[in-house]
């Protein structure tokens, strides 16, 4: 799902937003 891919990338990316 689109909500579980852009957690993994925020997690990836280490994004903090």
Request: aromatic residues 18%; proline residues 6%; negative net charge.
């Amino acid at each position: 799902s689109p909500a579980e891919f852009f957690a993994e990338n925020k997690n990836i990316a280490g994004f903090d937003n």
